[in-house]
């Protein structure tokens, strides 16, 4: 499986993204799908995720109320709707893959469960 994720670019405090992840083929290990992030000089962190049928859904204490994830099934595409971006959620964004059964669970286990990742895409929110 592959995953392909666009959509990151340069935005000011206050502004809005939407990323998306690509998967060019839908299995067991594409269950859950979500994102993780890893700005300079820190450890990559869980950010959000979703399972197959949309019906859950996780958020990191940081972007909840903020950041909106949901999937497209007949697309094979996940997306990650990010509302009043602050400098803090400068970073580069991951696309992840999990065969882990609830969405809480990528947060649980993180890398430990990750069976597919995509490229990173370059989030920027100036101040």
């Known amino acids: 499986v592959q995953l392909q994720a666009f959509g990151g670019g340069l935005v000011q405090a206050g502004g809005s993204l939407r990323l998306s992840c690509a998967a060019s083929?839908?299995?067991?290990?594409?269950?859950?799908m979500g994102w993780f992030r890893q700005a300079p000089g820190k450890e990559r962190e869980f950010v959000a995720s979703?399972?197959?049928?949309?019906?859950?859904?996780h958020y990191a204490g940081s972007v909840e109320g903020r950041f909106a994830i949901s999937r497209d099934n007949v697309k094979n595409t996940v997306y990650l709707q990010m509302d009043s971006l602050n400098p803090e959620d400068t970073a580069v964004y991951y696309c992840a893959a999990s065969s882990v059964r609830t969405a809480r669970g990528m947060d649980i286990v993180k890398d430990f469960a990750i069976a597919y990742w995509g490229k990173g895409t370059q989030v920027t929110v100036s101040s």
């Open positions: 083929e839908r299995t067991e290990s594409t269950y859950c």
């Open positions: 979703i399972i197959e049928n949309g019906g859950s859904t």
